[in-house]
């Protein structure tokens, strides 16, 4: 899903700015520079150009969501807390958005709970959402930490291991949507 979003963006950003050149050799888009915008994208250079010119063509990030198909259960605690106008409303967020995967790692009965206790959710889901979009690129300060919606900080590490944020691995990041960002993290962030 990611690579068909960055393939559109890509693709939008050509048409709609006419500063790229389509190189066919290798069937990259690449800047006035020549540096491959593709890489600029992977690397989190020029990011935050990108995100603007060309998020407006993607789904917001709750849609982006649903249409991966790895999300259901967090898309279905988003709706039973009433935030899904919220990550679907202007922003720019982003989004640690924890995969199925990620809340099947709870206890058993886990999800239930928190179900039925909506604003104990609530206070778990806002805390996987941050203001502003935070791309987690090469120019991102390692260590610097970022306020959630929560009102807690969580601490982003950036190492030769991969990327985590409060210890906890970002397997895929910067996942472009018309509202912000996701970061998928493998584990439920809960708030201290």
Partial sequence: MRAVQLLFVL?????????????FSDSRLFGLGGESITSNARSGRNVEGLNRASSSFLPKIVDTAISTGSFNTL?????????VSVLNGEGPFTVFAPNDA???????????????????????????VVSGRHSLGKNHAHGRPLKSLSGQTIGITINSEGKYVDNVQIVEGDILCKNGLIHIVDTVLLPK
């Fill in 75 to 83: 898309v279905a605690a988003l709706s039973a807390s009433d935030l």
């Fill in 102 to 128: 990620a809340f099947a790692k709870l206890p058993a009965g886990t999800v239930d709970s928190l179900l039925a206790d909506i604003p104990k959710l609530k206070s778990i889901l806002v805390h996987h």
């Fill in 11 to 23: 693709f939008s950003n050509a048409i709609s700015f006419k500063f790229f050149s389509r190189r």
